[in-house]
């Protein structure tokens, strides 16, 4: 198991850009796939971005694709996720994720078993 506390969520005008970390209590280099999934009020909580445990693979959701970066820094063990050109429909809470288990880089809630707190992310006009 591995304890993962999200930070950097906030407030923001569209357009504007936010990073989120994500600090593992131990190793991440121990985990194998990480993401990052949202839960926006009344919706279903869903993927974001994923990465392979050296980094090298990365998956997007179209929805981010082109303004979100996920990476990872196993020597600081901190996920990241850069988001460009903010918007409205980015409010959300956003929730790391980590997978001790098989890598799959499924996109699916099941596909990790150990999550963080959440961040909250919030893009006003």
């Known amino acids: 198991q591995v304890q993962l506390v999200e930070s950097g969520g906030g407030s923001v005008q569209a357009g504007g850009s936010l990073r989120l970390s994500c600090a593992a209590s131990?190793?991440?280099?121990?985990?194998?796939?990480m993401a990052w999934f949202r839960q926006a009020p009344g919706k279903e909580r869903e993927v974001v971005a994923r990465?392979?445990?050296?980094?090298?693979?990365?998956l997007y959701a179209d929805s981010v694709k082109g303004r979100f970066t996920i990476s990872r820094d196993n020597t600081k063990n901190t996920l990241y996720l850069q988001m460009n050109s903010l918007k409205l429909e980015d409010t959300a809470m956003y929730y790391c994720?980590?997978?001790?288990?098989?890598?799959?880089?499924?996109?699916?809630?099941?596909?990790?078993?150990?999550w963080g707190q959440g961040t909250q992310v919030t893009v006003s006009i």
């Open positions: 131990g190793s991440i280099d121990s985990t194998y796939c």
């Open positions: 990465i392979s445990k050296s980094g090298s693979i990365t």
């Open positions: 994720a980590a997978s001790t288990g098989a890598c799959s880089l499924g996109p699916l809630i099941s596909d990790y078993n150990n």
